[in-house]
């Protein structure tokens, strides 16, 4: 029996790396005969900078950033061998940075993915790539447009501050005088979610960051209003366009205001990876997330994996810190078999701190139904 596992990140948990571990720890003792490679998986989103780094294209570059609440910390982003950059968002925006009583996203900022940028194109980086992913933010982006050095006014001439909260203040957008509008910027990201809306930023991925059921509406008027301002300034109408709500709306903000291009993050990680050669020789396909639920369908790097591996004729299994859904549902987009990890009657917190030894011991529950 030959077996890839190609987990993603269990967000707040576990790296793809460490979540790979564990899962081939399980099966060197469920069926220590089976053909095991590894291979960690990403949209863009938490894990990217480690799995392009074990590839050897490059190098990581360690800077000062600021944190979702504007705290100083210690970010990286990656630069590759050709000198372009690829940043990830949740180095320096992430929800893994807050713990649970300081998520509040009419508060959080992306300033800090800002300050990544910045200091990537300091270092000669001419085309950045933004992984999208694991946000703490529901800014629309205007955090990192500020880190790049834009500045916002209300209609009192007063800066403001960008946050969540704040950006349906701002009536006018300056861009810094030594902007280099030949700077290309790319978007890496698989859900398709329009930046507002019943399926849009601040309902489907609010909740989750902190928001209250009148947060919720409230972020999302702002993001109205947001769309608005960007096609005032740039001329570039982008709320509608699928996956604009990625990252608590930054795609938007990166689209709106830099031009820049919107690609499948799971697409470009399949390619350089060589995933397809690799299912062309699978049996089973193992893979992992932190949640499997409604939101995967709009483009979860796992079930676009799964996909990919139907067509190679391979047995799929995922399993979820909770799964959350009807398997008929993700049987249809390439699922075998979905497996919930949290046992009931814990915490979440609980959980998240024991994720490795759970995920383990689901895996070794499981084993005897790939035989």
């Not at 050095?149 to 960008?162: E, N, S």
């Not at 928001?211 to 209003?225: G, K």
């Not at 701190?353 to 689901?362: I, S, V």
Request: net charge negative.
């Amino acid at each position: 029996m030959n077996i890839l596992i190609a987990p993603d990140s269990l967000k707040g948990s576990l790296t793809a790396q460490q979540a790979a571990s564990h899962i081939q720890r399980a099966l060197t003792h469920c069926i220590p005969n089976a053909e095991v490679e590894v291979l960690p998986i990403s949209d863009g989103g938490e894990g990217a900078l480690e799995i392009w780094s074990e590839l050897g294209l490059g190098r990581t570059v360690q800077v000062s950033a600021s944190d979702p609440l504007g705290r100083p910390i210690s970010a990286s982003y990656f630069k590759f061998n050709d000198g372009s950059a690829w940043v990830e968002l949740s180095q320096a925006s992430g929800l893994v940075l807050l713990s649970g009583e300081e998520r509040n996203p009419m508060e959080t900022t992306t300033i800090g993915t800002g300050e990544l940028i910045t200091h990537a194109i300091s270092n000669g980086a001419k085309k950045v790539v933004v992984g999208l992913g694991g946000s703490a933010t529901n800014d629309g982006g205007a955090g990192i447009l500020q880190g790049l050095g834009f500045t916002f006014y209300d209609k009192q001439g007063t800066r403001v501050h960008a946050n969540g909260g704040s950006i349906s203040r701002i009536s006018k957008i300056v861009a810094p005088q030594n902007w280099d509008d030949s700077i290309c910027f790319e978007v890496a990201c698989d859900v398709n979610n329009p930046l507002y809306g019943s399926n849009g930023a601040s309902r489907i991925y609010g909740p989750q960051k902190g928001a209250t059921p009148t947060m919720v509406e409230i972020l999302d008027q702002n993001l109205r209003h947001w769309a608005d301002l960007l096609y005032e300034t740039f001329g570039r109408r982008v709320d509608r366009v699928p996956g604009s709500g990625a990252a608590g709306g930054s795609a938007a903000g990166l689209l709106g205001a830099l031009g820049a291009e919107l690609k499948p993050g799971f697409s470009i990680f399949a390619e350089a990876l060589g995933l397809d050669e690799k299912l062309e020789v699978a049996d089973v396909v193992i893979t992992a997330e932190g949640m499997l639920d409604t939101q995967s369908l709009s483009g979860k790097a796992t079930l676009k994996l799964c996909q990919q591996a139907k067509l190679h004729g391979c047995k799929t299994v995922v399993f979820a810190g909770k799964v959350d859904g009807d398997s008929r549902r993700f049987q249809e987009v390439g699922v075998d078999r979905a497996v919930a990890i949290k046992p009931e009657g814990w915490t979440v917190e609980r959980s998240m701190k024991e994720a490795g030894d759970l995920l383990e011991q689901a895996v070794q529950n499981e084993y005897s139904s790939w035989k």
